[in-house]
């Protein structure tokens, strides 16, 4: 059964940090893409970030030069490291596969505000 565990995320003012973790299991992880995703209150999901089975990593342009995306393929976790955080990157926030149809976890909420 394919599950995913988002945590990590919380309450933190502009300009503040936060690490987002995601633990999977039910498939092979180091051999796929895989990405972040968010969602904004009464908007829908987008895509923030994506990196490859080798580690090449890419980003939306709203989070290039302050997010960075990284895998342990060893233990089949992905992360997110978010910089310099904008209320604007107040969302759920989730980690899938970069392609296909797989069910979504929980999420973990940020929130970003003074």
């Known amino acids: 059964q394919v599950q995913f565990v988002e945590s990590g995320g919380g309450l933190v003012q502009p300009g503040g940090s936060l690490r987002l973790s995601c633990v999977t299991s039910?498939?092979?992880?180091?051999?796929?893409?895989m990405a972040w995703y968010r969602q904004p209150p009464g908007q829908e999901r987008e895509l923030v970030a994506h990196i490859s089975p080798d580690g090449n990593a890419n980003y939306s342009d709203s989070v290039k030069g302050r997010f960075t995306i990284n895998r342990d393929n060893a233990k089949s976790t992905l992360s997110l490291q978010m910089n310099m955080l904008k209320p604007e990157d107040t969302a759920v926030y989730y980690c899938n596969p970069r392609f296909g149809n797989y069910p979504w976890g929980q999420g973990t909420q940020v929130t970003v505000s003074s």
């Open positions: 039910g498939f092979t992880f180091s051999r796929y893409p």
